[in-house]
């Protein structure tokens, strides 16, 4: 069973830290690309940070560089979000999400998988 388990959401202060951690099981972790994304009520869903499963190359959002990082650990199966200097634009539930894609024998296939996600609040 595919499980991906975010944790770390909290309610923090402008210009704080927060480390999101997101578990996966059910499936070979270190084949597949992981990324962030985050929701707020009546917004689309955005595209936070994005690591590669293989190299570990990274993309993030513009209105995140410089302020979140995305790690991982195939070891641990888990895709970390550090977040620094945190605004209140930041208020979101945020989420990962494993993506690889595969060969079925006669085309390739996508394959996501998604997290429940968990709150960040940035307010004072």
């Known amino acids: 069973q595919v499980q991906l388990v975010e944790s770390g959401g909290d309610l923090v202060q402008p210009g704080g830290s927060l480390r999101l951690s997101c578990v996966a099981s059910g499936f070979t972790f270190s084949r597949y690309t992981m990324s962030w994304y985050r929701q707020t009520p009546g917004k689309e869903r955005e595209l936070v940070a994005r690591?590669?499963?293989?190299?570990?190359?990274?993309n993030y959002a513009n209105s995140v560089k410089g302020r979140f990082t995305i790690s991982r650990d195939n070891a641990k199966n888990t895709v970390y979000l550090q977040m620094n200097s945190l605004k209140p634009e930041d208020t979101a539930v945020y989420s990962c999400k494993a993506t690889t894609t595969e060969w079925t024998g006669s085309s390739f296939r996508t394959l996501d998988y998604w997290g429940q996600g968990t709150q960040v609040t940035v307010s004072s």
């Open positions: 690591i590669a499963n293989v190299g570990g190359s990274t």
